[in-house]
T-cell receptor, first 113, second 115 residues
Framework: SAVISQKPSRDICQRGTSLTIQCQVD?????MFWYRQQPGQSLTLIAT?????????ESGFVIDKFPISRPNLTFSTLTVSNMSPEDSSIYLC??????????FGSGTQLSVL | AQTVTQSQPEMSVQEAETVTLSCTYD???????LFWYKQPPSRQMILVIR??????QNATENRFSVNFQKAAKSFSLKISDSQLGDTAMYFC????????????FGTGTRLKVLA
């Protein structure tokens, strides 16, 4: 199965700043997904990123707040812009492999002060 | 709309014992895939087991097996010979057919294995 390297693993940021999270996959992946997860809760899909096209955002998430880059089949970034304490969460990237299996990065724990 | 329900927020089991985690789902699709994912305190989501809806045989992976009841739309996970390293959050997940990208996750069951 593929391996995703996600960084940073955690960060503490000031209100109003932006943070970019990077995910590098060790093999080519058509679809990548970005999720948000509150501690102890389920995953909420932010957007789906297909190489060469704009990301598709879920209801409640907008491109200006969560711009996503997908320059090639092995890399994607998610930026959390103009952060507020409500953005404090765990952010997970994932890729869809063979047989519809999802594999995940190790997550980024974000705290906004 | 598809839904996934995990009705057990928390469970505990003694080391070496067997535990079963429940998952039910709702869909009108005939072709779909079901998964169990494990998320230990490290946050890394790990695929435990996968089941294809058109396969009647229950999937097994070492100490992990499922009881897939398609008519009842039930997909429970059995962990045999529980180990301390099995302590984690377990999520049931569903995706309908090929060429779709919307995974539906349950709310999770927190499992604690007791020494």
């Amino acid at each position: 199965s593929a391996v995703i390297s996600q960084k940073p693993s955690r960060d503490i940021c000031q209100r109003g700043t932006s943070l970019t999270i990077q995910c590098q996959v060790d093999s080519q992946v058509t679809m990548m997904f970005w999720y948000r997860q509150q501690p102890g809760q389920s995953l909420t899909l932010i957007a789906t990123a297909n190489q060469g096209s704009e990301a598709t955002y879920e209801s409640g998430f907008v491109i200006d707040k969560f711009p996503i880059s997908r320059p090639n089949l092995t890399f994607s970034t998610l930026t959390v812009s103009n952060m507020s304490p409500e953005d404090s969460s765990i952010y997970l990237c994932s890729g869809q492999g063979a047989n519809e299996k999802l594999f995940f990065g190790s997550g980024t724990q974000l705290s906004v002060l | 709309a598809q839904t996934v329900t995990q009705s057990q927020p928390e469970m505990s089991v003694q080391e070496a014992e067997t535990v079963t985690l429940s998952c039910t789902y709702d869909t009108s699709e005939s072709n779909y895939y079901l998964f169990w994912y494990k998320q230990p305190p490290s946050r890394q989501m790990i695929l435990v087991i996968r089941q294809e809806a058109y396969k009647q045989q229950n999937a097994t992976e070492n100490r992990f097996s499922v009881n897939f009841q398609k008519a009842a739309k039930s997909f429970s996970l059995k962990i045999s010979d529980s180990q301390l390293g099995d302590t984690a959050m377990y999520f049931c997940a569903f995706i309908a057919g090929r060429g779709t990208y919307k995974y539906i996750f349950g709310t999770g069951t927190r499992l604690k294995v007791l020494a």
